[in-house]
């Protein structure tokens, strides 16, 4: 259901989609996942201009590690969006 979400959203906003990133099976009490990991790879170099994610606590259930991911987006230049829920 959250990866539909996050593909319609991008329909409705005809934007493109890069990639739909998922941790199945993994917690998010940290970051150290394989989805997670790609996508901090993606951001890094550049591989799209947004992060959108279902739910915030799907990035991270611990408020300062979200906070850390949301720095780096922005500085990378990838908005994050969390308008889905």
């Not at 959250?2 to 009490?29: F, N, T």
């Not at 990991?37 to 992060?51: F, K």
């Amino acid at each position: 259901m959250q990866r539909q979400k996050v593909e319609v959203y991008w329909g409705m906003h005809d934007l493109p989609l890069a990639e739909v990133i998922c941790d199945d099976g993994y917690s998010a009490k940290n970051l150290n996942r394989p989805g997670m990991q790609r996508l901090l790879v993606m951001v890094a170099a550049a591989e799209g201009d947004a992060v959108v994610c279902h739910k915030l606590d799907r990035i991270s259930c611990r408020t300062s590690a979200v906070l850390d991911l949301v720095e780096r987006f922005e500085q990378a230049g990838a908005m994050p969006n969390w308008r889905l829920s």
